[in-house]
């Protein structure tokens, strides 16, 4: 199947590259140099597609991702970082469909201990080390539709937040879950015995109550106990708002340039 004939670089993104370059004259080495130094074959993010909706569109952001990592190693005549690049693309529909970015930290470390990742590393300077202190091993791209539309949108790209992805530092997502786990168990136990108590309190007050103040102490335990329910759910919005550090926006045409930097 042909690929689509996408122009991979915009005008509208030039200066905003240029001042990233100024700012950081040795990246176009530093990829290399890794690779040699470290006896690895591959550099380049791992990609997680989140968003299964428009199949022209993914082939479009794919196809802009590859367009501004070829002009990179072009521009910086890095021959051998160019022949070693591998954008790796997982995708699964059934399972990754507006997948929240502790899913795919999962699937990750999963890919890096267990998959594909771990047999990249073997031989190298890194073996047998299960967390190497390279970005391709470290950090991945999330792709969702949010990130999705900033890019193939021309209208969003434009913008000055727009025309990114998520880049997310897996070990620090996973390091979250991991206290959280912990602190959960004595918030369900403080909850339970705030629960009693108040049942307890409510019972005694309604023991010496009659008439309308009884119907008012009901309705307002019925009323405190629909809060305490929604309190002690786990609230996916406030998840995201914890995670929200561990993940960042990063433009798309200066994703090369970040692999360099971590």
């Given at each position: ?38 006896r690895l074959c591959q550099c380049g993010f ?217």
């Open positions: 199947m042909a690929q689509p004939n996408f122009r991979p670089f915009s005008t509208h993104v030039q200066k905003e590259v240029e001042d990233f370059h100024a700012l950081h004259p040795r990246t176009d080495r530093t990829i290399e140099e890794a690779l040699k130094h470290y791992v990609i997680f597609r989140c968003t299964y909706r428009s199949q022209y569109k993914w082939d479009k952001f794919v196809a802009l991702v590859k367009g501004h990592a070829r002009e990179y190693c072009e521009k910086w005549e890095v021959e051998s970082a160019r022949d070693c690049l591998r954008w790796t693309i997982i995708e699964d529909a059934a399972a990754l469909d507006d997948a929240d970015i502790l899913e795919t930290s999962h699937r990750f470390k999963d890919w890096v201990e267990r998959g594909p990742g771990s047999q990249e590393i073997q031989g190298s300077a890194y073996s047998p080390l299960w967390h190497p202190d390279c970005p391709r091993y470290n950090w991945f791209v999330h792709v969702d539709e949010e990130s999705l539309e900033s890019v193939v949108d021309d209208v969003k790209a434009k913008e000055k937040d727009g025309y990114f992805c998520k880049v997310v530092y897996a070990d620090q997502v996973l390091l979250l879950e991991r206290e959280r786990e912990k602190l959960h168990p004595w918030k369900v136990i403080q909850d339970a015995e705030c629960e009693k108590q108040c049942k307890n309190e409510l019972a005694a007050a309604l023991a010496s109550a009659t008439g309308e103040e009884r119907a008012r102490l009901r309705m307002k335990a019925t009323l405190r106990q629909d809060r305490f329910s929604r309190e002690s759910a786990d609230d996916p919005d406030v998840v995201e708002e914890n995670l929200s550090d561990l993940r960042k926006r990063v433009r798309i045409d200066i994703l090369v340039d970040l692999y360099a930097e971590l």
